[in-house]
C-alpha cells in the first residue's frame, strides 16, 4: 500500500460524512485497515520520530489528522487529550493506554487501562485523558486518527507528578513525557 492510498481511504469515508458521524467512517477504515497491518506499517516506514511529534503527522486538515506514532521500549506519555476523538489502530509491538474522565476542576479521575497488541484498535472521544506506554521490548508501532488538526488543537497536558492541568505546549512537553517514562507507571493506575 502506498501513503497516497491510505490518506485516500480517509479522506473518502469521512468526505461524505456529517462531523458527528464523521469518528464512525475513520474507526470502520481502521477496522479494515487490520487486515493489512504490514501494509499500512509499510506505507508509513518512511517516517521518522518518536512520540506524537509533527514529523510523524503525514495529513493534516480541518477535520482530519493522520500520524504514525512510535514509542520506544521504556517511553510513557504525560496525561493529555486530543482536542477532537481520537483512533487508533496498533501495527507492531504493544502499548499500554490509560484512560482518565478529567473532573470540572481540571483534577483527573483513573477510569481503566487497556493492554493493546498488534491490530487492536481503540477509540477515545473528544473528552477523552489517556496516558500511553510502550509496553513491548520493541517499539510500539500505531496509526493514529484524530478529527482535527492535532497538531493545532487547543488541548491540555497534565503534569505526571502533581497532575496540574496545562494548555499543552510542546516547548514543555517533552520534559513532562521524560519525567512520565521515569515513573514506574502511568499517574493513579
Ligand atoms: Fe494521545
Known amino acids: 500500500m502506498k501513503v497516497a492510498e491510505l490518506v485516500e481511504r480517509f479522506t473518502t469515508a469521512l468526505a461524505g460524512e456529517a462531523d458527528e458521524y464523521a469518528h464512525k467512517a475513520a474507526v470502520a477504515v481502521v477496522n479494515e485497515l487490520k487486515n493489512d497491518l504490514d501494509g499500512v506499517a509499510d506505507a508509513v516506514s518512511y517516517l521518522t520520530g518518536s512520540g506524537g511529534n509533527a514529523l510523524q503527522a503525514f495529513y493534516r486538515a480541518p477535520n482530519l489528522s493522520l500520524l504514525k506514532v512510535r514509542f520506544p521500549n521504556g517511553r510513557r506519555t504525560p496525561p493529555h487529550n486530543h482536542g477532537t476523538w481520537a483512533t487508533i489502530l496498533v501495527l507492531e509491538g504493544s502499548e499500554r493506554n490509560s484512560l482518565y474522565k478529567r473532573n470540572d476542576d481540571g483534577s483527573l479521575t483513573y477510569e481503566r487501562s487497556l493492554d493493546l497488541n498488534a491490530g487492536d484498535v481503540v477509540f477515545m472521544p ?48 517533552e520534559g513532562l513525557a521524560q519525567r512520565a517514562s521515569a515513573a514506574s507507571g502511568a499517574p493513579l493506575a
Open 126 to 173: 473528544a473528552d477523552a485523558v489517556h496516558v500511553a506506554e510502550c509496553t513491548s521490548a520493541t517499539p510500539a508501532i500505531g496509526l493514529h486518527v484524530y478529527g482535527g488538526n492535532v497538531l493545532g488543537l487547543e488541548r491540555s497536558m497534565w503534569d505526571p507528578d502533581t497532575l496540574a492541568e496545562h494548555e499543552l505546549d510542546w516547548s514543555k512537553y
